[in-house]
């Protein structure tokens, strides 16, 4: 009796241990399916164009009125604005003067401006063409007129929805978002 309730147990274990290999086996195969699968469709998709970026949950923050108020009392000017061309290839950054005295530093033709993009540290700087000169407005501003310059944005290192800093002689804004 005691030798039947030992070969009993060791049948139970025997079944038991089977049972789990089985379970684990296909585990394994299921796992390995899942993992070759994406495999798959991307070696015949391989001149596919790649997938388009993913669109960020958060909303975009305009400046606040103290940053706003901030470029207007230190250096004459407001309504900073990064925009993205339909190519990609240029960033366009305008302002408004307010203060003229005060803004005379964006618009000196010694100082040059840089953009240097905050998640992918590029720094881009304005081009030059031949027969034009500097993609830019200089001179002496004068209060309510709208500036602009634009920076050569070659492999469209920034995006729109990146954050950047424009530097222009000592004058720094931060965090301007390319729109």
Same mark, same amino acid.
């Given at each position: ?22 379970v684990?086996s296909t ?19 391989a ?6 970026r993913?669109?960020? %949950?958060? !909303?975009?923050?305009? *400046?606040? #009125?103290?940053?706003?108020?901030? @470029? ?7 309504? $900073?604005k990064?925009s ?14 307010a203060? %003229?005295? !005060?803004a005379?530093? *964006?618009? #000196?033709?010694k100082?040059t401006? @840089?953009l240097l993009?905050?998640k992918?540290?590029a $720094?881009?700087q ?6 034009v ?5 200089t001179g ?15 492999g469209?290192?920034i ?21």
């Amino acid at each position: 009796m005691v030798e039947r309730s030992v070969l009993c147990t060791r049948i139970t274990a025997l079944a038991a241990l089977l049972a789990g290999s089985f379970v684990a086996s296909t585990a394994l195969a299921q796992s390995d399916a899942a993992v070759q699968a994406p495999a798959a469709p991307a070696a015949r998709n391989a001149t596919a164009p790649p997938a388009a970026r993913k669109a960020s %949950p958060y !909303r975009t923050q305009k *400046l606040t #009125e103290k940053a706003k108020n901030y @470029y207007v009392a230190a250096w004459g000017v407001d309504k $900073l604005k990064v925009s993205y061309t339909s190519s990609g290839n240029l960033i366009r950054f305008s302002y408004r003067v307010a203060d %003229p005295e !005060r803004a005379k530093v *964006l618009g #000196e033709r010694k100082s040059t401006p @840089y953009l240097l993009g905050q998640k992918s540290r590029a $720094l881009l700087q304005i081009p030059v063409m031949d027969k034009v000169g500097q993609l830019r407005q200089t001179g002496t501003p004068q209060a309510g007129q709208e500036y602009w310059m634009v920076f050569s944005n070659k492999g469209n290192l920034i995006k729109p929805g990146d954050r950047v800093n424009v530097m222009i002689g000592s004058f720094h804004a931060d965090g301007l978002m390319v729109e």
